[in-house]
């Protein structure tokens, strides 16, 4: 059987699994087995709306028998999947690179209760692009500018760049003041995994991250920050400013993690800009975010 590319389904590609030794006699059984938390009857349906496929692409069938090692593929679907009405902005695509502005809430990459309703999902929709690849991260919670990898060919240079710290990005963010420290301020501490395991912590040792803070406003209570993050730690801005004593608004994780909210106000946090010299021609290139932030 001769292994080719799945296609997608409304943006989401296939997921592909090997089916591993077991006492099962249909596919069916093997995934009830594997994937517990899904009901029967959901895979039943997956099957019948042919979301369920062979290693060519071929729909497989309710009874299709189990063997060990057969290679599927499977379209991962979340029931009551919350809709996101804010869409993203398209900031420039060419072969190569494509740079969305995206909302506070939505996610880059499916995860969890979220599979169409991710920025990666839309973008490939829209454009038609199936290769397009995240080359960094950003949170949910945090609005602004993402850069993806539209070409296989040419996805390791441009992931070279945030890897060797040649992209140069720029964080806006709204937080309470902070008296008594001059600035620009350079923040370096050593991050780790906290609890609950999606927070993280400052910990004892050498230093794994820097942020550098500067003040682009000082409204009253609330000032304008600049954050440049030296080094891309998890959640490391909005860790750094907690620990500073301006924890970033409506921030639900730090300082303390706090019970979620449908209608909380979104993190006032914004990746605003992004700067680098294009490695495919050299070329400068830099690209603002339209989005603001407000309370």
Same mark, same amino acid.
């Given at each position: 059987?001769?292994? $080719? &590319? /799945?296609?997608? %389904? +409304?943006?989401?590609? =296939?997921?592909?699994?090997?089916?591993?030794?077991? *006492?099962?006699?249909?596919?069916?059984?093997?995934?009830?087995?594997?994937?517990?938390?899904?009901?029967?009857?959901?895979?039943?349906?997956?099957?019948?709306?042919?979301?369920?496929?062979?290693?060519?692409?071929?729909?497989?069938?309710?009874?299709?028998?189990?063997?060990?090692?057969?290679?599927?593929?499977?379209?991962?679907?979340?029931?009551?999947?919350?809709?996101?009405?804010?869409?993203?902005?398209?900031?420039?695509?060419?072969?190569?690179?494509?740079?969305?502005?995206?909302?506070?809430?939505?996610?880059?990459?499916?995860?969890?209760?979220?599979?169409?309703?991710?920025?990666?999902?839309?973008?490939?929709?829209?454009?038609?692009?199936?290769?397009? $690849? &995240? /080359?960094?991260? %950003? +949170?949910?919670?945090? =609005?602004?500018?993402?850069?993806?990898?539209?070409? *296989?060919?040419?996805?390791?240079?441009?992931?070279?760049?945030?890897?060797?710290?040649?992209?140069?990005?720029?964080?806006?963010?709204?937080?309470?003041?902070?008296?008594?420290?001059?600035?620009?301020?350079?923040?370096?501490?050593?991050?780790?995994?906290?609890?609950?395991?999606?927070?993280?912590?400052?910990?004892?040792?050498?230093?794994?991250?820097?942020?550098?803070?500067?003040?682009?406003?000082?409204?009253?209570?609330?000032?304008?920050?600049?954050?440049?993050?030296?080094?891309?730690?998890?959640?490391?801005?909005?860790?750094?400013?907690?620990?500073?004593?301006?924890?970033?608004?409506?921030?639900?994780?730090?300082?303390?993690?706090?019970?979620?909210?449908?209608?909380?106000?979104? %993190?006032?946090?914004?990746?605003?800009?992004?700067?680098?010299?294009?490695?495919?021609?050299?070329?400068?290139?830099?690209?603002?975010?339209?989005?603001?932030?407000?309370?």
């Amino acid at each position: 059987m001769t292994r $080719v &590319p /799945l296609p997608e %389904l +409304d943006g989401v590609p =296939a997921s592909r699994l090997q089916l591993p030794p077991g *006492p099962w006699a249909t596919v069916l059984d093997a995934l009830c087995a594997r994937f517990p938390a899904v009901p029967r009857a959901v895979w039943q349906s997956r099957f019948d709306r042919g979301r369920v496929l062979d290693a060519t692409g071929a729909p497989l069938a309710r009874h299709a028998a189990h063997r060990a090692g057969l290679e599927i593929g499977y379209y991962r679907e979340v029931v009551d999947e919350p809709r996101i009405e804010d869409e993203a902005r398209i900031v420039y695509a060419d072969a190569r690179l494509v740079v969305a502005d995206k909302p506070h809430g939505l996610p880059v990459m499916p995860a969890g209760r979220f599979v169409t309703q991710t920025l990666l999902a839309r973008l490939r929709r829209e454009l038609g692009m199936p290769h397009l $690849v &995240p /080359l960094h991260r %950003l +949170d949910r919670a945090t =609005a602004g500018l993402v850069m993806f990898s539209a070409d *296989p060919a040419t996805r390791a240079a441009y992931h070279a760049l945030f890897q060797e710290r040649r992209v140069v990005k720029r964080y806006e963010a709204l937080a309470p003041a902070l008296t008594g420290i001059d600035f620009p301020h350079r923040r370096c501490s050593r991050i780790e995994r906290g609890e609950p395991f999606f927070r993280m912590r400052e910990a004892d040792g050498p230093a794994n991250s820097e942020t550098v803070v500067e003040v682009i406003e000082r409204a009253g209570a609330t000032w304008r920050y600049a954050l440049t993050p030296v080094t891309g730690r998890k959640h490391q801005l909005r860790l750094h400013m907690a620990v500073l004593g301006a924890p970033i608004l409506h921030d639900p994780w730090y300082p303390t993690l706090q019970d979620a909210r449908p209608d909380a106000p979104p %993190l006032q946090l914004l990746a605003r800009a992004l700067a680098f010299d294009d490695p495919h021609d050299g070329t400068p290139r830099q690209f603002v975010s339209g989005r603001g932030l407000g309370g």
